[in-house]
């Protein structure tokens, strides 16, 4: 059965239940499966059958093992993903060899939902086995809140507080989180910026006092079953796109390094994936580290695509392991070195091995602006920021009109009026399964910044999940 292990190589091999409730590792790296599997031709051929939740079961159960059954695996991702297109993920045609994967149409509009969907019914399963709940906790800018919390919505077992600074979120992405119906969602507007809200999560997982009281753990955390769960939409589309008999490229925006380190697995399980090219805006260390070599890391800047609005992409980590050879304490060492400025360069033979697979390119406001009108006036789509980005750089990037090259469309524009008003002229309208977040009530609490006020909001709130 897969264990799971850390990429620093100083905590004892987990399974995947452990890893998954666990959140980071306790030595501080991400887990990791010790043996990833490497798929045949004729298994690719046979996978290419499925429908978009039997592909998904066949390629996550290997991870699961037995934390979960075979059939419970089968209900959840069935469950999980009711409320996607039949086709899980749609492709559209942009130009010859040119292909958009549209990744924005769950829930919340945002490919986060095909991974937290997934992870809270993954979650909530682990904990009935266990008869055990939890807290999850976390900040946000927009995106990540709203996919999470949408996804732990009336699931038992689980609560979910979320912190968001207040007045600094769109109002669409604010409605998203605050309008939901659930008795165990909560949201916190703080008096503060993001930076705020995330020192006060990360101070209350440091408060033993409270974490003895409170069993809680993290989705803004880098969670393997997330990563896992979305391999699955880069082999359906290459499947379809005529993989494994021909090779197929990706595009992917990129912030935290989780969605196109996702690509690079489904690459190892065997899919033909010749590049990866890994799409940054103006917040463009990964681009920087794989088209220079230049790993320094740099202050964060406002841009139009706030999702991708980070410098230090944790999920670096994960590939650093795998192209140190799975040598944690190297791992951890380069780890360190990026993040006090020691090391400004990955070693050569590292850096050879990444730009095998890895390509990077960068889009800044204005090209984000002139990409959007270009997609309008060439295909009559309205794309948002971030997969405008991805669109563009997939264009500058692709290497051969042989074989397609597609970019992942991460968000759907209605959720950025201000880029789009800017771009188009106009706002674009809310999907009909989202407009009724317009009407509908809000609930939320604004509190100061101040962890002690946090701390005992959380508290009485969620008095029913404390340890006895
Ligand atoms: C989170 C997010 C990204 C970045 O994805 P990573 O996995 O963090 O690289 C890109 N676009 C949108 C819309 C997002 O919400």
Sequence with gaps: MTKYVSTRGQSPAVDFATATLNGPAPDGGLYMPQELPHYSTSEWHDMAKLSYQDLTHRLLLPFVGDCITSERLAELIRDAYQGF????????????????????????????????????????????????????????????????????????????????????????????????DASNVRNLAIEGNFDACQDIVK??????????????????????????????????????????????????????????????????????????????????????????????????????????????????????????????????????????????????VVYARLTQTFSAGMADDAATVAEIRYIAETTGLAIDPHSAIATKIAREKATSDEYPMVALATAHSAKFPNAMQAALGNAIELPASTANIVQREEKFEVLANDTALVKDHLINEFADYAQH
């Design 85 to 180: 297109p039949a086709a899980g993920a749609p492709l559209v045609q942009l130009g010859h060899q040119q292909w958009m994967l549209e990744l924005y149409r769950g829930p919340t509009l945002a490919f986060k939902d095909y991974a937290l969907q997934l992870l809270t019914r993954i979650f909530r399963e682990l904990l009935s086995q266990r008869g055990e709940k939890l807290v999850l906790l976390g900040a946000t800018s927009g995106d990540t809140g709203a996919a999470a919390l949408a996804a732990v919505a009336h699931q038992s077992g689980l609560g979910i507080i979320m912190l968001h600074p207040h007045e600094r979120v769109s109002p669409i992405q604010r409605r998203q989180m605050t309008t939901l």
């Design 203 to 348: 101070a209350l997982f440091a408060d033993r006092d409270l974490r003895q009281h409170l069993p809680m753990s993290s989705v803004n955390s880098i969670n393997w079953a997330r990563i896992m769960a979305q391999i699955v939409y880069y082999a359906a589309s290459a499947l379809s796109l005529g993989a494994p008999n021909r090779p197929i490229s990706f595009c992917v925006p990129s912030g935290n390094f989780g969605n196109v380190f996702a690509g690079y697995l489904a690459k190892t399980l065997g899919l033909p994936i010749e590049r990866l090219v890994v799409a940054s805006n103006a917040n463009d260390i990964l681009h920087r580290m794989i088209s220079h070599n230049d790993t320094v890391l740099q202050q964060v800047v406002p841009t139009l695509s706030p999702s991708m609005d980070i410098q230090i992409a944790s999920n670096f980590e994960r590939l650093l392991y795998l192209l140190n050879a799975e040598d944690g304490s190297r791992t951890a060492a380069d780890i360190q070195g990026i993040r006090d400025g020691s090391m400004t360069q990955l070693e050569p």
